[in-house]
Structure formats: structure tokens, C-alpha cells
């Protein structure tokens, strides 16, 4: 799923921070990171000692990962989103964990910028999972998955990486409007209950227990909310474009991604190329 | 069993108990009914004339962008139906349904009182005042009146014909609340159309009652005490209940073609015997300032000098045209089953709209002649009662007598038709939409627009009737809001072409 992974980094990044992501990542499949920082054209820091990553690499390499450290320049998200492409990355691992909470919940510009460009699936890791202190691995399964869908083609896509994630729970949430008369919505609500089935059916083997739940409403109010009902660790859904009225309000996943506390795993529409 | 009777006739029982309630507190305590109604009324005015102005010019470019849109070619129901009723009978009825007396009360007076009352930045009786005074004649019954109908009609045309649902307001809904219009939030919705439909309803036949009474005055000298006003209410509700209540509706159809046909003979003669030229004149001009000028017309409230005017004129009529709009929305919903949206908006808008822009310039603009080419003293007789500028009007023509009898013939006609309509309409509501209602239903709904009336006139008159019909629009005015998000919803769902 994240064989090889694009780390955006900046100044000042703890080591011992990233060796636990490092430690994470290696339990989700990872063998390979790329540690990524971008210069900011006219940055002050722009040139300056670059010995830092070299610090950050070890911390990496010391939780058993092949790592190569690459510097760019220019917009920051847009060149995060196009060194993904060109080192072949298979994902983005963005840390949105702070030390104050609130550092966490706020999402910066970059990250927002870079949740819309990105070609590749990108995990935002926010308060959960909590990464062990005391140097073991995190149990992937003990991990929780909430699998927020439509159904449609955007958020199929997810699906094979939902099955990577394994572990304890894989709660399916599918979210939709209402219908506008009763019949069409119970012949929908069928429908819905028979797709959500299936794709229970697919996941069953990955997971300890398979649960699906069908709500009515705003998407990223409902996800938020079962997210922090069930103490999803992570969520995982498709990233569509925002239709023309919501699109003042932000992308659904965008606000999925601010309000939640469970981190967030966030693949791209098929075929849309947005960093080139 | 009682139970189960007061969960299905819930919104009857709460609505006739509130209305009855009112009645009785009108009857009781007039003097305390007025200075409460104004309170309420002030209340809206004061902060919400704004809210009145946007929306209702909201509902037009809905209107429109909905029929223009690749949801035009969508029916107003299943795709292979046909029209129900043939194109001349639909326009009639749906005019006859949608303005009928206002047009009679207020075609000769409203521009003779907006030349002799306009905004303080405009001289009184000036040719500014006259130019003033057929714009905003045009404007409160031009198109915009239509775009409230069209909402209401539209919404309930599409989630009854095209989904299978009830014809009830709440029925719109069920995007928004899903099984909860089966509840107390749904029963709301129609407790307030219901509301809505008396108060409005109430309002014109009030109007209607004083002209009546007005031009049997001028023509035979009878009293022009209220009591005979109160009669007048009381022998049209014999005649239009026992319309409502034998079921004539082929009957309501022919007297609305019949309607229209005497108040075009009646438009035709006003214009040949007076000076056509003239009105002609009056009518290219004002359309092409109507035209011209529409966007700020919708939206003026004139803040700086003339906001009560604004508020008197234009927030009244909008309120108004939104309490009849559960009335007459659903009227028009029934007659238009089998037309596609684009056809339904498009001539909803347009049709009646000119009739009426002919109407004004015919009437009023005769008026405005008479007034200021030929020193009539027509303005100072709308200004001091505006129920008898019409049959003041009419007599500085041949044949006054014959003329006032017609005009008084449409009065009661169109007055039969509105009441009848309304009863029907009424009774429907609260009888989750069905069309077989029982005639008990019909005739406490019928007493009661008649009584609400009469209670408005006894406790105010004219601006009682005013009062009420603003007060009782603005819950619906939200309603309406909504409507416009449900209707976008159950479109969306649609499968068109692009």
C-alpha cells in the first residue's frame, strides 16, 4: 500500500518524532521513504545547512527503512505533489499530529493545498493512531477503519488499500442525500443496503469484524461524527471534486480532514492529474 | 379511536381551532385585536421588508433558471402524459385563480393613488408622479406576483404528479424532513399554508365585499353602512358554498372563462370609448420602463426617503401574493398536470403578467387621462376610499350604469370562483390532500374566510385586512425558501439530457 513513501519535511522536525512515524509506517507495509524538502523561493533559510535531514534520515533508517532525502523548490504543495510522481511513491505521509491540539486540528495551507493537488493516496496522521512512546511497533490490529463511501467510482477506489490497512474493525459508512419521494428512497435504501453488503463481504477477510452503517446527510458532518462514535484511528475515503456550490466550503474530504481526531487516508479520483 | 382521529385531522383540528380562536377573540375584543395585529405586523415590517424584496426576487430568477435549465424539458408528470386542460381554459382559470377582484379593486385606484400619494422625492400629481405611479402599478402585478405562484405551484405540481406523493405543502418536504412530514414538522407546514391561504383569501374578499358594496352605492343609494358590507360577505358565502359544497367545478371552469371573457369586453370598451391612443402611449412607455427598470424595482426599499411608501405598497403586495400562494399554487398545480416545467414557468410568468400589464394600462392609464388631461376628480375620490374609484371611473363614461353593473357582476363572479376555489383548496389541506373532502370541512372553512373577513373589517376595514395578510405571510415567505432548496433537491435527481 505505502512500499514507498513521500515524507514532506520542514526545519526544526523532531527525530524522535519521525522514528515513530517511521515505526508506523513500517507496520503498514512501508520499506522505503523518501524524505522531501521544498525551499521556498526567497526563503530566508533558502541555502542554508541542510544537515538536519541527514538527522532525520538516520532516525528513519533506524526504524528498519531504506531512506533517500530530495530537496525542491517552488510552491510548496505543488512540488510535493510532483515529486510523489516523479520518485514513484505509492503515498504521501503527512503529519498533521502537534504538540498542542489545537496545532493539530488547525490544518495548515500547505497541507490543504496538498490534500487538493496530490495524484496518490495521502494519510494525514491527526491525534489517532497514537504512536507508542516506549520504541515498540504499533499493533496494526488493534486499528479501527472507518470506510466512509458513496458507492460511486471515486470511492471505490479505495477499497484495495482499505484492505491493506486490516486489523481489529472496518466500520463501511455510506452517506447520502435523501431521495425526493418515499419510493424512490426505499427502492435507493435497497440498493444501497445490497452494494454495502457486497463490499462487507470483500472486507470480511481483512478484518475481525465488518460493519456497515447507512446515514442520511452531510457527508463530512456524518463521517466526523461515526468517526468519533467509533474511535476510528483511521478514515478512509475518496477525494472528488467539489462540486460548483459547495466549492466555497471546501472539498468534503477537506473538512473531513479538519474536523477529524482519527487520521485520514485520502486517495485520489482515477485519472485526474493535478500537480503536472 | 379518538386518537387515532386527532393524529389524521391533526392539521384541520389545530388550524380550524386557531382561526375559530381568532374569530372569536375578533369578536369578542375588537379593541384589543387591532393594536395586537399591528404590533405584530410592525414587528415584520420593521426588520423583515427587506427579507420580503430578495426573496421575492429570488423566486423570480429561480423561476427562470429552473425553466431555462435542462430541467425545463422535465413533465409535471409521467413522461408519455398529456395536458389536462386545453391552452385558453388553463390561462383563464389560472388567471381568474390568481388575481381576479385585486384587479378590479385596484386597477383604477392604485395609480391615481400612487400620482397623488407618491415618495417624498417625487412631486404629487406631476407627470413624474404618473410615469412613477404606472411603473409600480405594472411592477406589484406584473411578473413578480406569478414567480411566488410559480414556486408554490411548481413544488407541488412536481413531488404530486411526478412523485407520486400528496398534494399537500408538506409533501414537498420530504427531501428535507424524509418520513418526519408524516409528523409534527410536516402537519406545521400546512397548519402555516393554511394560515396563509384564510388571511389572504380573507384579505381579498374583504376588498371585494367593500367594492361590491361600494358600487351598489354609487348606482342604487343604498346604505354604505357595514352591516351591509357584513350582508354582502354573507349572501356571496351562500352562493360560493353551495357552489363548493355541490361540487360544480365544470361550473367554476365555465364561470372563469365566462369571467374572463366579460372583463376582456369590459377592457375592450373602456378602451375603444375612451382615448386609445393615449393609453397605448401609456403602455409601450411604462412596459419599457418596467423592462428597463426591474432589477432596481425589485430590490428598492428606497432606505434614504420613501421606506414606509415602499413598505405600504410593495411589501403589502408581496405579502399578500404570498398568502394566496398555498391557494393558489395548489389550484394551479391541479390544473397544469401533463406540462413540461418550461412551458408551466414560461407561460405562468408571461401570460397573465401582459393581460394584467393591458389591464393596468387600459384602466389606469384611462384614469390618468381623465385625470390629468381632463381635470376629473378621480384622484382625491381613490384617495379619500379607494373601493369607489372604479364606478367614479367608470361614470365619465356612456352607458355608467351598464358598465358599473358589469364590473359589479365580476366582482361577485370572481369573488364566487377565489371563495370557491379557496374552500376547496382548504378543505383539501387539511384533509391530507384528498380531493373527496367531507362537506363539513368545507363549510367550516367557508364560514371561516368569511368570518375572518368581517372581523377585519369590523375591527379596521381596509387596512385591518393589510395588516393581517403581512402578518400572516411571513412564516409562509420562510416556507417558501425552503421550497426553492426542496425543489432543487428532487430536480437534481432527475436523469435529463444535458
Redo the contacts between chains.
Keep these: 500500500m505505502l512500499e514507498k513513501t513521500l515524507i514532506p519535511v520542514a526545519y526544526k522536525e523532531r527525530p524522535e518524532e519521525l522514528r515513530k512515524v517511521g515505526r508506523m509506517l513500517k507496520t503498514l507495509g512501508a520499506n522505503s521513504v523518501c524524505l522531501y524538502h521544498v525551499n521556498e523561493p526567497g526563503s530566508f533559510f533558502r541555502g542554508a545547512d541542510l544537515s538536519w535531514l541527514t538527522l532525520l534520515s538516520e532516525a528513519l533508517e533506524e526504524a528498519g527503512l531504506i531512506v533517500e532525502v530530495k530537496t525542491g523548490e517552488g510552491h510548496i504543495a505543488s512540488a510535493i505533489a510532483e515529486a510523489a510522481l516523479l520518485e514513484g511513491a505509492d503515498g504521501i505521509y503527512m503529519k498533521a499530529k502537534r504538540r498542542w491540539h489545537i496545532e493539530t486540528m488547525l490544518l495548515g495551507s500547505v497541507s490543504r493545498d496538498l490534500l487538493r493537488l496530490a495524484d496518490v493516496p495521502v494519510l494525514v496522521h491527526k491525534v489517532r493512531p497514537r504512536l507508542p512512546d516506549d520504541g515498540t511497533e504499533p499493533d496494526q490490529s488493534d486499528l479501527n477503519i472507518l470506510y466512509a463511501t458513496d458507492l460511486d467510482e471515486a470511492s471505490a477506489r479505495p477499497l484495495p488499500y482499505v484492505m491493506e490497512f486490516a486489523g481489529a474493525w472496518c466500520h463501511v459508512l455510506h452517506v447520502r442525500?435523501?431521495?425526493?419521494?418515499?419510493?424512490?428512497?426505499r427502492t435507493r435504501r435497497e440498493a444501497v443496503e445490497r452494494e454495502l453488503h457486497t463490499v462487507a463481504e470483500e472486507l470480511r477477510p481483512y478484518f475481525g469484524r465488518v460493519t456497515v452503517e447507512e446515514r442520511?446527510g452531510d457527508p463530512a458532518a456524518q463521517v466526523l461524527h461515526v468517526s468519533d462514535r467509533i474511535e476510528a484511528d483511521v478514515v478512509v475515503l475518496g477525494r472528488k471534486s467539489p462540486a460548483f456550490l459547495s466549492a466555497p466550503m471546501g472539498e468534503t474530504a477537506e473538512r473531513i480532514v479538519t474536523g477529524s481526531s482519527a487520521s485520514i487516508f485520502l486517495v485520489p479520483q482515477p485519472g485526474r492529474r493535478n500537480a503536472s | 379511536m379518538l386518537r387515532e382521529y386527532i393524529r389524521r385531522e391533526a392539521v384541520f383540528l389545530l388550524s380550524a381551532g386557531l382561526i375559530l380562536f381568532f374569530i372569536g377573540f375578533g369578536a369578542a375584543r375588537p379593541d384589543l385585536l387591532g393594536p395586537a395585529s399591528s404590533a405584530a405586523h410592525a414587528a415584520i415590517l420593521d426588520h423583515f421588508s427587506w427579507l420580503y424584496l430578495i426573496s421575492v426576487f429570488f423566486f423570480l430568477v429561480f423561476a427562470l433558471a429552473i425553466a431555462l435549465s435542462r430541467y425545463g424539458t422535465i413533465k409535471l408528470g409521467y413522461d408519455a402524459e398529456r395536458p389536462q386542460y386545453g391552452f385558453f381554459g388553463w390561462v383563464a382559470m389560472l388567471f381568474a385563480a390568481g388575481m381576479g377582484i385585486g384587479l378590479l379593486f385596484w386597477g383604477v385606484s392604485e395609480p391615481l393613488v400612487h400620482l397623488l400619494q407618491p415618495p417624498p422625492f417625487i412631486d404629487a400629481a406631476s407627470p413624474d408622479a404618473a410615469a412613477f405611479a404606472m411603473r409600480y402599478a405594472f411592477f406589484h402585478w406584473g411578473i413578480h406576483p406569478w414567480a411566488i405562484y410559480t414556486i408554490v405551484s411548481l413544488s407541488i405540481a412536481y413531488f404530486s404528479f411526478r412523485r407520486g406523493m400528496p398534494a399537500l405543502i408538506s409533501s414537498c418536504f420530504y427531501p428535507i424532513l424524509g418520513e418526519r412530514i408524516y409528523g409534527a414538522a410536516g402537519k406545521m407546514v400546512d397548519v402555516l399554508a393554511v394560515f396563509a391561504t384564510v388571511f389572504g383569501t380573507a384579505t381579498s374578499l374583504g376588498f371585494g365585499a367593500l367594492q361590491i358594496h361600494s358600487g351598489l352605492t354609487h348606482l342604487y343609494g343604498i346604505s354604505s353602512a357595514i352591516p351591509v358590507t357584513i350582508g354582502i360577505i354573507l349572501i356571496a358565502t351562500a352562493l360560493f358554498m353551495a357552489s363548493a359544497i355541490l361540487g360544480v367545478e365544470k361550473g367554476v371552469q365555465v364561470l372563469s372563462k365566462l369571467n374572463i371573457v366579460l372583463a376582456a369586453v369590459l377592457l375592450l370598451l373602456i378602451l375603444g370609448l375612451g382615448s386609445a391612443p393615449y393609453v397605448l402611449n401609456v403602455f409601450v412607455s411604462t412596459l419599457g420602463g418596467y423592462i428597463n427598470n426591474i432589477i432596481d424595482l425589485s430590490l428598492q426599499s428606497y432606505p434614504f426617503a420613501g421606506f414606509e411608501w415602499s413598505r405600504d405598497w410593495t411589501v403589502f403586495y408581496w405579502a399578500w401574493w404570498i398568502s394566496w400562494s398555498p391557494f393558489v399554487g395548489l389550484f394551479i398545480a391541479r390544473i397544469s398536470r401533463g406540462r413540461t416545467i418550461r412551458e408551466f414557468v414560461l407561460t405562468v410568468l408571461t401570460v397573465p403578467t401582459l393581460f394584467t400589464f393591458v389591464w393596468f394600462a387600459v384602466f389606469g392609464g384611462s384614469a390618468l387621462h381623465l385625470e390629468l388631461e381632463e381635470g376629473a376628480n378621480l384622484a382625491a375620490v381613490a384617495g379619500e376610499d379607494v373601493s369607489l374609484a372604479l364606478f367614479a371611473f367608470l361614470e365619465h363614461y356612456p352607458l355608467a350604469g351598464l358598465l358599473s353593473l358589469v364590473a359589479i357582476v365580476l366582482l361577485i363572479v370572481f369573488f364566487i370562483t377565489s371563495a370557491d376555489s379557496a374552500t376547496v383548496v382548504l378543505s383539501s389541506l387539511t384533509s391530507g390532500g384528498g380531493l373527496v373532502v367531507p362537506n363539513y370541512k368545507k363549510i367550516i372553512w367557508g364560514f371561516s374566510i368569511s368570518a375572518v373577513a368581517i372581523v377585519l373589517l369590523v375591527t379596521g376595514g381596509l387596512s385591518s385586512l393589510q395588516v393581517m395578510a403581512i402578518t400572516a405571510a411571513f412564516p409562509f415567505m420562510l416556507v417558501m425558501i425552503a421550497l426553492c432548496c426542496t425543489l432543487a433537491i428532487g430536480l437534481s435527481q432527475e436523469k435529463v439530457q444535458e
Design positions: 442525500g435523501r431521495m425526493a419521494d418515499p419510493l424512490a428512497e442520511i
